[in-house]
């Protein structure tokens, strides 16, 4: 039985009428038409659809739609401020650290909570912290640098 | 069995394209005008018809100078994440002489493009770099003459830079902007591209050299840009297809009705295709799973991959495909030498899994298909959907809009098929997109393989008998690059299981991995070290060069004397795709858990003159992470026609913790024509990695994944 659901996405108030175990991953895509958030293995062992939910990274692919009711949801489209990128935006982009991009989102989004909760990372807790974001490209090592770029620039 | 149904297939993935492109475009000026925007294209010529296979295309079918003085470059190939994107950006950008931001690349629509081949095999460098940059240099070439018409001056007086032409002597100068607004221009540009053109040699390259961006890296970072499985038409449903509970299962009965009564589904059946389509991916796959309760399934026997390398070996059929290569005499050569060794080497099938499993939106209108789908052949697979749904290949086309990477696994258009046969029973637009367990089964694997290997010495502990026979994967790189006097090699086909195709440098790995290995063996045997032993076989001056450059940064004698029971070092290398390789690589052994953890790889790779530094060193980096896979954890198993290990959690793929200290050397030769970076420098990881295992434990892996059980007991 579908249920309306309450969130803020990207600063914007949405109800969303939906079966409540559809994905989040799914009513972002489909519903709200952003598909900057990524379907990449609907099991959440890749990363590939993390959103922030209240500042923490989730795999919107394993949340119901109705575990983010009355929550704030950030994607990758939501994350820039007008035209000015966010540091881990900008740190992605002076280090190259994109081969096909399809992960893109999902790995700066975790980023983005990782420094939140951790603005000074070692190596160790960026592995860690981003172990379940897989890229196929294998484009990990300019990954690392663009994460610890971001980190110098956010505790300057 | 499944092999069946794909062989036409499969048969068109082993075949490479021509180099030269095929244009086979033909649109009306109206029609290209609404293509890529009124007002933008002036130089297209009425009816762009530039002739057929491996004829020469014009100049105007490769690009065009807009009103802004921006200029449009169209070429078949795809972007997968490899970099094509840049590097033809720079390749046209170079030679037309003006800035990279001047330069809109059209890439891979059919309706636009000319057919440059497969995005595959190292070729985008050796063959569509060049020919984009004839056909620049060409257009360049002419307006120039154009300028020089105009100026009734000698054309060597005068010069281009940044789009502009100049007469040095009057200081006069006209930009390819004003020019491209004279009917001149469409007379020219209707000229075949020369063959014979001048293209700037590697010592005044400008941007080709340099680590020009993506030009749409903005559009990752930011979500904007519209992969396949992103794409969103004007009433559009999401599909959902039934798939068979096990290879080579035929549907006897199903029950539709359930599906059919819910409100807004579509499903469909012909014959053994069923689908489903709906508002939301969440209810088509509602619908799908009320129709696939009621299906009944007639199922046959398969093999499972705990007997793959016996059912492989069982099945061989020498004297198939391909002929022995041979130099010398193998049976002498045996005979003569004083010791021989002999070993078998196994490789597992394993997965591209690219992050965008595949997708495809479908859209008919007026007996017209045109799909938006993730492939490397749009051309391939616009003939392939003309040819499924009987209709004139004119009337299908074919967008790859730039994709969630492919590594090779996405030669063929299943995806795009299947939403098409959905659009078609919808009389709607339908998008379709693999779950990651349907990639797992139903796409294609890299080949298995069983090779033998025998080798040879004689008794100054010299090579001097090679006998060599994979049997399935392959024949890439199977020759070895060293100097031995007598050699058969083989490649031999079997009954492969599964559905088998291209993958990232191919068999090259597979055949790298025993030979490399082997060669250590015989090292061992010759009581020689394993670099000087290779050095003394070898005279290939390139694989010299990165073996020894790998060698020095790796400081390989120092590292080899501290090697322990617990951590060992080795080398290999290799060449394929006119590039060559070499890593060292450090390994930890963890005997308690069986665990292999690589600490460190140095790789030194040599593809001739870099052409675009930034992209060759992440494709360096990515094929050396990726060939880890493949060398410790990757294994596709199954059993009983399913795949067991169909995600992520069964089928370990290299993570972040999982990435060691890694050194790139890029030696830029610029002595050659420049070769193809994206795939050669996986070929040396793995064994690199056996050879590191045995120096520190003694004991040998001869298989691919490597499974460190066997190291609990060393």
Known sequence: MDVTISLTVNGIERAITADPERPLLDVLREELHLTGTKYGCGEGRCGACSVLMDGKRVLSCVTPVAQADKKTITTIEGLATGDSLHPVQEAFLAEGAMQCGYCTPGMILTAVALLEKNPDPTDEEIAAEMNVNLCRCNGYPKILNAVRR???KIQR | MIRDIFAKKLESQRSERPDEPRCEVELSRRSFVQLLGAGLLITVTEGVSVGRRRQSATVAARLHINKDGTITVMTGKVEEGQGSRAQLTQAAAE??????????????????????????????????????????????????????????????ALDVRNGTIKHQATKQTITYAYLAKTKDVAGAFAQTIASDVTLTPVDEWEVLGTAVPRPNWRDLVTGAHRYPSDIVRPNMLYGKILRPPSYGATLESIDLSKAKAMKDVVVVRDGQFVGCAAPSSFRAAQALEAVAKTASWKTVSHPSSKDLFSHLKKNARPGGRTRPRTSGSIDKGLADASKVLEQTYEVAYIQHTPMEPRAAVAEWKDGKLTVWAGVDGPQSVQGDLAGTFRIPSERVRVIVPDMGSGFGGKHTGEAAEEAARLARAAERPVSLRWTRAEEFTWAYFRPAAVIECKGGLDANGSLIAWDFTNINAGGSAIEPPY????????????????????????????????????????????????????????ENPRIRTVLEAAARHFDWPTRKKKVTADIGVGLACGTEKNSCVAACVEVGIDRKRGEIKVHHVCEAFECGPIQNPGNLLSQVQGCIIMGMGGALSEEIQFADGRILNAGFAGYRVPRFKDVPKIDVHLINNTSIPSAGGGETPIIAIAPAIANAVFAATGVRIRSMPMRGAALKQA
């Open chain 1, 150 to 152: 971001a980190a110098e």
């Open chain 2, 95 to 156: 030679e037309l002489r003006v800035a990279v931001d001047r330069i809109r690349l059209v890439m891979a629509d059919t309706a636009l493009v000319p057919d440059d081949g497969r995005t595959a095999g190292s070729r985008t460098t050796p063959s569509t770099v060049p020919a984009v940059r004839r056909a620049a240099a060409t257009a360049r070439e002419l307006l120039t003459r154009l300028a020089a018409e105009q100026w009734k001056v000698d054309r060597s």
């Open chain 2, 483 to 538: 100097r031995i006097a007598n050699v058969r090699t083989r490649s031999v086909s079997s009954d492969s299981p599964l559905r088998q195709g291209a993958y990232r440098c191919l068999a090259a790995t597979a055949n790298n991995f025993a030979r490399e290995s082997f060669m250590d063996e015989l090292a061992a045997a010759a009581g020689a070290e394993p670099l000087a032993f290779r050095l003394a076989h070898l």
